[in-house]
């Protein structure tokens, strides 16, 4: 049985890729220091034989017994209210966290794929963004903890493929959505989808004029899934071309949850994305891969997730 370590295990994607490599036949460690996930995400998987919890920072020295076969990096915050709330985990675990997961790696022989962001390309001046485009990116900006750690963690990664031949991938994640995001992770679907099931008004920064690409997160799962197992050591965007202006987007939830509130506009916070979209191009040509699922049916399941959440935890994480 071939063994994976899933780092941010218990998170948003982190627990979506466990459930993925269990239904595979993995053996999977799920490595997680709860500082943004939930075991509510992987409870279902603690009675199977094959999966494993370690309960870890793994900014801090990680010790793994047994044979590994893949590391997968997820653990870091995600959202831009979580890392301006952390941002010195936020660096570390990108940083650090890395370096710790590339040195296991070479003791276990083991392969690396490390959750990039599009974040790499900060607010692009090339439209959409290819995989060689450098990105414009404000290191001293609010989003630089993030942005630079997860540029550091590409750099540090393609360092141990080089210079100690390690087996790297590199996948580039656009904006992904599904069941178990956080309702008060800040990120625009569960805000506006938390607002509208609390009969609040959904809160639009900014104009809304700028764009965003939402992936559903099986689709990504699949991507990455094909990455892991391709020869391919370069970045790989993942993610859905179908892009969308933010009032747009408000518009549709607006529709879909048949609210009577309405979009207002809050001040746009500083550097955030004029424009987002993958260009996909090499993930179709590499991995054979593109999106199956429409944002109309992916919000319908998401909505139903949230939905299902009981009141005490929709108010509970109103904010
Ligand atoms: P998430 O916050 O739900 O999951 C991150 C997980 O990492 C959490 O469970 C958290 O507790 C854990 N974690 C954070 N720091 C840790 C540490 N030092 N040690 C151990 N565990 C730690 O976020 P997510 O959306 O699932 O994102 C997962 C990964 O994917 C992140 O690396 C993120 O940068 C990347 N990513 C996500 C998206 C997206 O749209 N969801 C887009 C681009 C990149
Ligand atoms: N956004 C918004 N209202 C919210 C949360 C986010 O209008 O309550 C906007 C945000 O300014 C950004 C877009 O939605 O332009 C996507 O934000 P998110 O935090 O989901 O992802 P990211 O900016 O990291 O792509």
């Not at 891969?289 to 399941?301: C, D, F, H, M, N």
């Amino acid at each position: 049985m071939k063994r994976v370590l899933i780092t941010g295990g218990a998170g948003f994607l982190g627990s979506h890729l466990c459930d993925r490599f269990i239904k595979e036949g993995f053996h999977v460690i799920a490595m997680d220091n709860l500082i943004t996930g939930d075991l509510k995400n992987i409870e279902h998987l603690f009675k199977l034989p094959n999966f494993e919890f370690y309960h870890h920072d793994v900014s801090k020295f990680i010790h793994v017994p047994g044979e590994l076969d893949y590391i997968l990096h997820f653990a870091s915050p995600a959202s831009p209210i979580d890392y301006l709330k952390i941002p010195i985990q936020t660096l570390k675990v990108g940083s650090l966290g890395i370096h710790n997961c590339l040195g296991l790696a070479r003791v276990k022989n083991a392969r690396v794929l490390i959750a990039s962001t599009s974040e790499v390309y900060g607010d692009p001046l090339v439209h959409p963004q290819t995989e060689e485009y450098w990105g414009n990116v404000n290191p001293v900006g609010p989003r630089g903890v993030y942005d630079e750690a997860k540029r550091f963690q590409e750099a540090m990664t393609m360092a141990y493929h080089t210079y100690h031949g390690v087996e790297t991938r590199i996948v580039r994640i656009f904006n992904t959505y599904g069941p178990r995001m956080r309702l008060n992770d800040g990120r625009v679907l569960p805000a506006f989808i938390g607002q509208a099931l609390r009969g609040e008004d959904l809160t639009m920064f900014g104009d809304g004029s700028q764009t965003r690409a939402f992936c559903y997160v099986d689709d990504l799962v699949e991507g990455i899934y094909r990455l892991l197992l391709s020869d391919y050591a370069q970045p790989v965007n993942i993610g859905n071309p179908d892009e969308i202006t933010i009032k747009e987007f408000g518009e549709e939830i607006i529709k879909l949850t048949g609210t009577s509130q309405k979009l207002i506009s809050l001040p746009l916070p500083t550097d955030d994305p004029k424009q987002r979209k993958p260009d996909i191009t090499k993930a179709k040509a590499i991995l054979g891969w593109e999106p199956k699922v429409s944002r109309a049916e992916g919000l319908k399941i998401t909505y139903e997730y949230f939905k299902s959440l009981s009141q005490e935890d929709l108010h509970r994480l109103a904010h």
